[in-house]
């Protein structure tokens, strides 16, 4: 019988991260300590300082004395992130444009298909993170460490705020309403090498998501982190 898999502190990180930008944990959650320490077989001391990092990235919010929940970000924090993605965004399109090669615009179409599928399955968790993951490979193929830092940041928070308040997360959204076409009018203008219209079109799109957002939604079921977690981790002990 083979030993149990222990856990180190990234790879707790790396499932949280999953599981949140997922969003199987929805935001406001409560993250309770001990609770997750027995679902991922460690002790308590193992989980704070992933706690503290994921609070350091703004995925989770601590409260002295009422511990940790996953953040829920506010109207005004929402209209912050969109403000500052039209920001950088246009700066990091436009180096995307000047140093992409064919197979990073591949990369970029394979993204919009994989989203599409997603949206027509009513999928509408993975879509939103695939229609991160097209953003970020601009980031890191515009090769600005700075604003690719950043970008990863407010695309953790963005994710949070289009499944708080994002009016497309539900099946029977209509799938000819997504970012989809968005982005492949963007993956048009830079296969022109059009830097001009490409940032034109990226601030167009962030403007657009914006204005999808709903400020009022209702309660999301809260799941029971010991059967979430402790699957997982009794997944991973078995490969």
């Not at 193992?46 to 994921?54: E, F, M, S």
């Not at 005004?76 to 995307?96: D, Q």
């Amino acid at each position: 019988m083979s030993e149990p898999i222990v856990l180190t502190e990234n790879e707790i990180y790396e499932r949280m991260v999953a599981t949140i930008l997922d969003h199987r944990l929805p935001p406001g959650t409560k993250l309770i300590e001990d609770r997750l320490a027995t679902a991922f077989g460690v002790s308590r001391t193992r989980i704070r300082p992933v706690l503290v990092r994921l609070a350091n990235e703004q995925i989770v919010t601590l409260t002295p004395n009422r511990g940790a929940t996953v953040a829920q970000p506010t109207e005004a924090e929402a209209r912050e992130v969109f403000e500052v993605r039209r920001m950088i965004e246009s700066t990091l399109i436009t180096r995307f444009v000047t140093k992409a090669s064919a197979d990073d615009i591949a990369v970029l179409s394979q993204c919009i298909a994989q989203e599409e599928k997603a949206r027509q399955a009513g999928d509408m968790r993975r879509a939103i993170r695939l229609s991160g993951d097209f953003h970020l490979h601009i980031a890191n193929t515009a090769q600005h460490q700075t604003l690719g830092r950043i970008l990863r940041e407010l695309v953790s928070r963005t994710s949070l705020i289009l499944m708080t308040y994002g009016t497309n997360v539900h099946p029977q959204y209509d799938a000819s309403r997504c970012g989809c076409q968005e982005h492949r009018a963007l993956l048009d203008a830079i296969r022109l090498r059009d830097a001009r219209e490409a940032a034109r079109l990226m601030g167009e799109h962030l403007a657009q998501l914006e204005s999808q957002l709903q400020f009022s939604q209702d309660d999301a079921d809260v799941p029971d982190l010991l059967s979430l977690f402790g699957a997982e981790s009794a997944s991973a002990t078995e490969l």
